[in-house]
């Protein structure tokens, strides 16, 4: 078990609020990552970190920003959430190096009402 | 970005029956991976292949790499109920990007 733990897994907030995800990891691992699931589309990579303070953008960036003042935390934020935000969010990371494919946390499943 | 074309998307099978699916890319990949997801749980890793022309097995499950190097399949053998789950592919291309297919929802009825 890599110990990549997500909080929440349920929110339901309103179009407006701002709303943050955490993704918390044991294993001091480099890369961390956040991706989108909706129907229809697969994961969908929102950002992703390489190190402390060390961020970069993804495929579908606008709306979220994310901070890792941490190793192992990994912060997502909807700065003013919109109904087109409502989804499946899951953190992963690379434990046994980038080619070697991801391990996903279990989930937060964000409504925006 | 580039989206894998993941077919079929949803298979309803009896139990003991084998099962096929494929991933197809319009580019080349350097790595396929395969994935398995439960309702209310994250993807978890099945299968990683490397290199064209790979076939890996775990247990009941064999994926291959495509020759060409823009495809890869998996088959399950004799399926049983806990089999149940969406199955998706993943694959990097030479930019070191992944992307994810669609998912193949599978049922597997006793």
């Known amino acids: 078990d890599a110990g990549i733990t997500q909080s929440p897994r349920h929110k339901v907030t309103e179009t407006g609020t701002p709303v943050t995800l955490r993704c918390h990891q044991t294993e001091n691992h480099r890369y961390m990552y956040w991706y989108r699931q909706d129907p229809g589309h697969g994961l969908r990579l929102i950002h992703y970190s390489y190190g402390v303070k060390d961020t970069d953008k993804g495929e579908v960036s606008d709306g979220y920003s994310v901070s890792r003042s941490k190793t192992e935390d990994f912060l997502l934020t909807l700065e003013s959430a919109t109904s087109s935000q409502t989804s499946v969010y899951f953190c992963a990371i690379t434990p046994g190096g980038d080619n070697y494919g991801y391990t996903f946390g279990s989930g937060t499943r964000l409504t925006v009402v | 970005g580039q989206q894998l074309n993941q077919s079929p998307q949803s298979m309803f099978i009896q139990e003991g029956e084998d099962v096929s699916m494929n991933c197809t890319s319009s580019?080349?990949?350097?790595?396929w991976l395969w994935y398995k997801q439960d309702p209310g749980e994250g993807p978890v890793l099945l299968i990683a292949l490397y290199k064209a022309g790979e076939l890996t097995s775990n247990g009941r499950l064999t994926a291959q790499f495509g020759i060409t190097r823009k495809d890869s399949f998996l088959n399950i053998s004799a399926s049983i109920p806990s089999d149940v789950g969406i199955y998706f592919c993943?694959?990097?291309?030479?930019?070191?990007?992944?992307?994810f297919g669609t998912g193949t929802s599978l049922t597997v009825i006793p």
């Open positions: 580019s080349i990949f350097n790595t």
């Open positions: 993943a694959g990097r291309d030479t930019g070191n990007q992944f992307y």
